[in-house]
């Protein structure tokens, strides 16, 4: 399979990344949200930070609030009691509040607030190559 450095090395351009960030911020974030990020979001936010791709953005550790993890992650907390506080928000798609969130294990769901969570891929990679 390949690693996430691989698939954003592979994909067409234009995309834009933020810069890479160190593994003692990664840490820090994950103490923020009491919780740990999957290996593959690791890896993805260490190599670009964030990234926005074919309008997509894929939210990381960057200093822009709208594309900051932890940023998006609390906001969404804050608004929703329901929810599930091992998930965090990699996405949005900006259309009814639907996000798009990862757990622990690396398996990325589609959520609306107080509505629904649906697994939608089993990784970043896979949730990646998709868009």
Request: aromatic letters at 12%; proline letters at 4%.
């Amino acid at each position: 399979m390949d690693t996430i450095k691989n698939i954003l090395n592979n994909l067409p351009l234009p995309k834009y990344a933020y810069g890479s960030i160190e593994v003692e911020s990664i840490k820090l974030a994950e103490s923020k949200l009491a919780l740990n990020f999957a290996s593959d979001y690791k890896e993805f936010v260490e190599y670009v930070g964030a990234m926005v791709y074919k309008g997509h953005e894929l939210y990381g550790l960057v200093s822009y609030p709208s594309l900051n993890v932890i940023n998006n992650t609390l906001l969404a907390r804050e608004k929703d009691a329901a929810f599930p506080q091992k998930m965090y928000v990699i996405s949005s798609l900006h259309i009814d509040d639907i996000l798009i969130l990862q757990n622990e294990k690396g398996e990325i769901f589609q959520y609306s607030p107080l509505q629904y969570s649906k697994k939608i891929y089993n990784s970043l990679a896979e949730y990646i190559v998709s868009l």
